[in-house]
Nanobody, 126 residues
Framework: QEQLVQSGGGLAQPGGSLTLSCVAS????????FGWFRQAPGKEREGISC???????YYDDSVKGRFTVSKDIAKNTVYLQMTNLKPEDTAVYYC????????????????????WGQGTPVNVSS
């Protein structure tokens, strides 16, 4: 059974940092692209970053220069390092994997996602 289990997140002060982890089971990282999404209170879920099977990365303008997506093949884990956090980063964050995570993050085509993580809240507040 394919599964993504997230950890990390929590409370951070503005300007602070957090790292989210997404551990995959039932498949290996080189078989699917990964995307990171977030949903703020009262807003729709939005794609913010993705990493292709060839390690190419994409960042939405809202997080470019502050967030970094990476993967550890040995641990079958994808990470989202978040720095210089802002109150507007407050949201529930989801990792996802699929045959077209790129299209899902950039184009909103969620049909390319095959498995979702359970979500983890991030609250940026002083």
């Amino acid at each position: 059974q394919e599964q993504l289990v997230q950890s990390g997140g929590g409370l951070a002060q503005p300007g602070g940092s957090l790292t989210l982890s997404c551990v995959a089971s039932g498949f290996t990282l080189n078989t699917k692209g990964f995307g990171w999404f977030r949903q703020a209170p009262g807003k729709e879920r939005e794609g913010i970053s993705c990493i292709h099977t060839n390690d190419a990365t994409y960042y939405d303008d809202s997080v470019k220069g502050r967030f970094t997506v990476s993967k550890d093949i040995a641990k079958n884990t994808v990470y989202l390092q978040m720095t210089n956090l802002k109150p507007e980063d407050t949201a529930v964050y989801y990792c996802a994997a699929g045959f077209d995570a790129w299209g899902a993050v950039i184009g909103g085509l969620l049909g390319g996602i095959e498995v979702w993580g359970q979500g983890t809240p991030v609250n940026v507040s002083s």
